[in-house]
């Protein structure tokens, strides 16, 4: 079986704003990966209408409409764009099945994945999950911090137009909140971690907008910090290309004489250190300023990507 001629077969469940936008990513963008199914709920939603005009298996009737579908034992991996109270149910009916799934919702079943900072870690999990846009956006920057000073906490606050906040995002704004702050530190590297998200209602859109604010050691160096941002940013940008530092890092100390109030921790010394990010959606399917879509169908692509690699490299050894 030659590696170069096979792709893996991949469902989208969910064809809402997200599952739409990442089905075009995968037709337009993806090397090792082919469409199986979009499955959705609505029979008349767009992207269900999308994916009948483009040939691909549609589903209305859900997960279990997935589970029957005659092409259903060649799929080995699944995108949730649902909710995360959907997700749980869907995972637990396509684990036996032995196919991979990425979720695209705040249930966090599976590790915690960005895919500069952690991917490679957990190739091999069953279920993996992609935080929340928010989470992709700057938990990279704290983790380009961390990896070279000690941050004892980190705050982010995610801006995004409102137009772009779709049922499913505005029913997990909890969830949103609580995942970003736990994945800021398992997987961003910080002692302490606060996530905010602001819905913008301004006319026209504003595109996605990140502050991420760290406390560091007081003496760590600058410099340091600045390289290893500007680094991660190339990093995100080789797989969201509308990805970038709006300013220079700023910087700011604060001696023992003078200390910072950290929300939850008190008066800590230690440096400031204040990232500003914007993230501009590819207009695949969904308007530029939906960034924060982007950046999760983006992080998901990626990631499938090399999932299959590892799945084609297992059906042809070397």
């Known amino acids: 079986m030659n590696t170069q001629d096979k792709k893996i077969p991949v469902a989208i469940i ?37 994916a009948t005009r483009m040939g691909i298996p549609a589903v209305s009737d859900g997960i ?20 995360a109270g959907a997700h749980a149910r869907h995972n637990a009916l ?5 196919i991979k799934v ?15 900072v952690n991917l490679e870690d957990h190739l091999d999990a069953p279920n993996i999950n992609m935080v929340t846009c928010g989470g992709q956006a700057t938990i990279p920057m704290v983790r380009a911090v961390s990896r070279v000073a000690t941050v004892h906490y980190a705050e982010i ?21 609580e995942t970003t702050s736990k994945a800021l530190v398992d997987v961003g590297g910080a002692k302490s971690g606060k996530a905010i998200i602001v819905l913008n209602p301004a006319e026209p859109p504003l595109i996605m907008r990140d502050t991420v604010y760290c406390l560091a050691d007081v003496n760590a160096d600058q410099q340091a910090i600045a390289d290893s941002v500007q680094q991660m ?14 300013q220079q890092v700023q910087f700011e100390r604060f001696d023992a004489n003078r200390p910072l109030n950290v929300p939850g921790l008190g008066l800590l010394p230690g440096l400031k250190v204040s990232i500003f990010l914007e993230v501009e959606g590819a207009a695949h399917y969904l308007p530029a300023y939906a960034g924060n879509l ?3 169908t983006s992080a998901a692509l990626a990631t499938a ?14």
Do not use: C, W
Request: proline fraction near 7%; glycine fraction near 10%; aromatic fraction near 4%.
């Open 14 to 50: 969910g064809s809402g704003n997200i599952g739409t936008d990442l089905m075009i990513k995968v037709l337009r963008n993806a090397k090792h990966l082919s469409m199986g199914a979009m499955v959705g709920i609505d029979p008349q939603s767009e992207g269900l209408a999308r």
């Open 64 to 83: 279990q409409g997935l589970l029957k579908l005659p092409g259903f034992g060649d799929i080995r991996i699944a995108f949730d764009a649902t909710s």
């Open 94 to 98: 396509l684990a036996p099945h032995g």
């Open 102 to 116: 990425i979720d695209l919702t705040p249930a966090a079943i599976g590790p915690y994945v960005v895919p500069v």
């Open 157 to 177: 606050v995610a801006s995004i137009a409102s137009k772009s906040a779709g049922p499913g995002t505005r029913a997990n704004i909890d969830e949103f909140t």
């Open 233 to 246: 940013v190339r990093d995100v940008a080789a797989y969201v290309p509308g990805y970038r530092l709006k």
């Open 294 to 296: 982007d950046i999760m």
């Open 305 to 318: 990507e090399q999932q299959a690699v590892r799945m084609l490299a297992a059906l042809n050894p070397a």
